[in-house]
């Protein structure tokens, strides 16, 4: 099985940055994805950016030319860099994984963390 454990949310200004990252372990063969999903309070959860193996990353309008998405594959860590936050970007943030767990026969399974809250406010 594959866990994935968040850190880095929290509380900041209008206009600050955070950094979020997502630490998949246990028995890993290959990650094919790995991205970031957020759910603000009533409302679906929706992707944010996602970073695939052989793929160009992609982001949500809503976020492009301010968040960046990054991707360490020795440490199976994705990060989420934040920058020039808005109220609007106060959710619940997720981190998601495709992942081929070792001696699953090359099978791709999806993973969720738990969830990072980041709440943009004065």
């Known amino acids: 099985q594959v866990q994935l454990v968040e850190s880095g949310g929290g509380l900041v200004q209008p206009g600050g940055s955070l950094t979020l990252s997502c630490a998949a372990s246990?028995?890993?063969?290959?990650?094919?994805?790995m991205a970031w999903y957020r759910q603000a309070p009533g409302k679906g959860r929706d992707l944010v950016a996602a970073?695939?193996?052989?793929?160009?990353?992609n982001y949500a309008d809503s976020v492009k030319g301010r968040f960046t998405i990054s991707r360490d594959n020795a440490k199976n860590t994705v990060y989420l860099q934040m920058n020039s936050l808005k109220p609007e970007d106060t959710a619940v943030y997720y981190c998601?994984?495709?992942?081929?767990?070792?001696?699953?026969?090359?099978?791709?399974?999806?993973?969720w963390g738990q969830g990072t809250q980041v709440t943009v406010s004065s």
């Open positions: 998601y994984c495709i992942a081929t767990p070792t001696g699953s026969y090359q099978r791709r399974y999806q993973y």
């Open positions: 246990g028995s890993i063969f290959s990650i094919h994805r």
């Open positions: 970073i695939t193996t052989g793929e160009p990353t």
